[in-house]
């Protein structure tokens, strides 16, 4: 043992916490190999060959091996390299002494790591590793200043948003259900190790929470869509009593500056750049060179380099465990001896699935679903949804999610913003990045495609194609799909089942027929009933909901979530002017009513082609228009109403337009003269602004009453 060895068995693999911390996640049992989250959840030793073999394929991909060995070109796209963590800013972010402890010995530093030690102890291996320290910690950048985080609401969000999918709980954290008698579950698999997480400045740590894909673009660590608060928080929890860690050895060994150029050199001698990027635009005067060539993967013999059972400096050392070593061996070759098998959509969706990790959250075709010592930490935040069971608080199975699904929707849910449709589960649908789940949103429905589809009719056209019918269906005199469905903003009877409001935006119209017709045949355990089953208009029925869901917008909502004030129109709560046309009082058959948000409204009378009245306060109530066969006119709700002079001349009209703010134009022509009239509120919103334009002549008046 060499002097800079011995004192390496000195390095603590992390710091200390406090006695303040104790059931921390980060004094988590540590790992002692290069943990692959979903190879050690679904291998075992005893598994046969043909099983681990593809846990070998996994951990090429995972590990980054194809970064430096290129693999034959049939298993190119199912072998590609994940972008490594992305170093500019890095000294920004840890300190010169972590940074030297990381790079001069990964697994010390951070047990579990992926990242593999390049350097053994050799001769000069001291002096390589401080130029990269030195080159490392001159990659500054501007960090955006996050509030002070609260460490109590910090550690109530690691334990509840997700993080426990994949990092270890605390074990002084008692998740809401737990029996005041029983003490928690520990996780029986191992967690994805954060014990980085410590050294990062706190600042830095919030800012890299709230969007991990700036820093790791691989997307496993995924934007868990925290807000600049949570983060803060979360960052607290996560420094709860750590002190600052000094590398003793370095400063024992008292090397020399090695200047930065030397390490831009060291960093491309080493091939660091094969796997890390961001470094070319931090420092373009000290940027590395492109990889070097390594030989290629169906070169590559199975009882050398990574796999021996020791590595000289230069060759990457992953701690690797027997099993995985097994697994990588046969793959590599499986690889050299075969070409790579054409995967099924459904394969390919497992394969990117797994690289993910996915599975830790959701179950699709039988695979996957937290276990159930962190099943215990996703909850539920609304004590209504406890009649679901599981589906209250655990993240839905995934099974036909591909034709169930519309591409607009799966966008929103992958990457996008509004998909969450659970408002009363805690845990939060991760961002994985655009990159790295975009493929999903064309091979979801390959995938799913149903072997016996269902047809259905949402053109509008037909017979019974009548919101009416669907909205009477939906409500509490009908089939009461309401009794667990909200709508808009009306929560449901019973339990908080999903809102219908973005059905038709949201799924597929083939699979809501499905779906209606056969609930649990179409997504297995599912607590909705089979409705419409021995209906003998069950299609046509479907069919009708679906055009009411579609026209919703302009629908009343369904006897059960109505309330005669959803009749009443308010500008004032639309924040712009509402047109509305009907029979009115006092503006006849063909009335075209205006109110606006600073309680001034009037009426034009589109068969007399003028305004024909004005009034103050409230604008109308709709109710007879829309739920009276008679349909009486509307009288005006407001007060100081005052009716307008008759008009004269023969009067033609022409409709009319709206500005950007939405106040109407009317045009129509008198004796043949065109002419444009408006009526807008004045600056004060005691008036109006009475505008005539005729024949390009503009005459203006303040109307008041």
Not at 85 to 95: E, I, K, T
Not at 438 to 466: N, Q
Not at 686 to 696: M, S, Y
Request: hydrophobic share 40%; glycine share 8%.
């Amino acid at each position: 043992m060499n002097r800079l060895q011995k004192l390496l068995s000195l390095i603590a693999p992390f710091a200390f916490l406090s006695g303040s911390a104790q059931g921390h996640p980060l004094q988590a049992e540590p790992i002692n190999h290069a943990y692959v989250f979903n190879f050690d959840q679904f291998n075992l030793e005893s598994d046969p060959d043909e099983h681990v073999v593809e846990g070998g394929f996994l951990l090429l991909a995972e590990l980054n091996c194809t970064a430096c060995h290129t693999p034959p070109k049939a298993w190119a796209d199912r072998l590609s390299a994940k972008p490594g963590p992305n170093l500019a800013g890095v000294g920004s972010r840890l300190d010169a002494d972590t940074l030297w402890l990381m790079i001069r010995s990964p697994q010390h530093r951070k047990k579990g790591t992926q990242m593999p030690g390049l350097f053994a102890g050799a001769e000069g291996d001291a002096e390589k590793v401080e130029a990269l320290t030195e080159y490392l910690s001159t990659m500054k950048e501007v960090v955006k200043k996050l509030p002070a985080g609260d460490i109590a609401r910090g550690k109530e969000l690691y334990h509840k948003v997700g993080c426990v999918a994949c990092h270890e709980p605390a074990t002084d954290y008692r998740p809401a259900k737990l029996a005041a008698d029983a003490e928690p579950e520990k996780p029986g698999l191992g967690s994805v190790p954060i014990a980085l997480a410590d050294a990062y400045d706190v600042n830095a740590l919030a800012a890299f929470l709230q969007d991990p894909l700036a820093h790791r673009p691989a997307g496993r660590m995924p934007d868990m869509r925290l807000s600049g608060q949570e983060a803060a928080d979360i960052a607290a929890y996560l420094h709860t009593g750590r002190e600052p860690e000094v590398a003793t050895a370095r400063a024992a060994l008292k090397i020399a500056k090695q200047g930065i150029e030397k390490g831009r050199e060291v960093f491309t001698q080493m091939n660091c750049v094969a796997c890390h990027q961001g470094l070319e635009t931090a420092s373009p005067i000290h940027a590395p060179t492109k990889p070097a060539a390594t030989k290629a993967l169906a070169l590559l013999k199975t009882d050398g380099g990574c796999l021996a059972e020791t590595q000289p400096t230069g060759i990457p050392r992953y701690d690797l465990n027997e099993l995985q070593k097994r697994a990588l061996r046969l793959a590599i070759a499986a690889i050299q001896r075969q070409d790579a098998p054409k995967l099924t959509p459904d394969q390919r969706v497992d394969w990117q699935m797994t690289r993910l990790n996915c599975y830790a959250c959701h179950d699709r075709d039988g695979k996957g679903g937290p276990e159930d010592p962190r099943a215990q930490y996703f909850t539920s935040n609304d004590g209504s949804a406890e009649s679901l069971g599981e589906l209250a608080h655990l993240p839905p199975n995934l099974d036909n999610v591909g034709r169930k699904l519309t591409a607009v929707w799966l966008k929103k849910v992958l990457w996008g913003q509004g998909g969450s449709v659970r408002p009363y589960m805690d845990t939060r649908m991760p961002n994985f990045g655009r990159a790295q789940t975009e493929m999903l949103v064309g091979l979801l429905p390959k995938a799913d495609k149903s072997a016996t589809p269902v047809t259905i009719d949402v053109s509008g056209l037909g017979k019974h194609h009548r919101a009416e019918t669907g909205r009477q269906l939906i409500g509490a005199k009908g089939l009461a799909c309401i009794a667990c469905h909200g709508l808009k903003d009306r929560k449901s009877l019973g339990p908080p089942v999903i809102r219908l409001t973005h059905t038709v935006e949201r799924l597929q119209p083939e699979y809501f027929k499905e779906l209606l017709l056969n609930p649990q045949a179409t997504q297995p355990g599912t607590m909705m009933p089979p409705m419409f089953m021995g209906r003998k208009k069950a299609q046509t029925e479907i069919e009708s909901l679906w055009i009411y869901l579609k026209e919703l917008d302009g629908q009343p909502l369904p006897e059960g979530l109505l309330s005669t004030e959803d009749f009443e129109l308010k500008p004032e709560k639309a924040g712009r002017p509402i047109i509305f046309r009907s029979f009115i009082e006092g503006a006849g058959t063909h009335a075209i009513g205006v109110g606006f948000p600073q309680g001034l409204h009037t009426t034009f009378d589109a068969v007399q082609v003028r305004f024909t009245q004005v009034w103050r306060g409230r604008f109308l109530d709709a109710m007879s228009n829309w739920q009276s066969r008679e349909m009486l006119p509307i009288a005006p709700l407001g007060t100081d109403l005052k009716a307008l002079p008759a008009a004269t001349g023969a009067r033609v009209f022409s409709g009319y337009r709206l500005d950007k703010a939405g106040v109407p134009t009317f045009l129509y022509t008198v004796d043949g003269q065109a002419v444009e009239e408006t009526l807008r509120p004045a600056a004060d919103g005691k008036a109006f602004e009475h505008e005539t334009k005729i024949n390009g002549e503009i005459t203006k008046e303040v109307l008041t009453w």
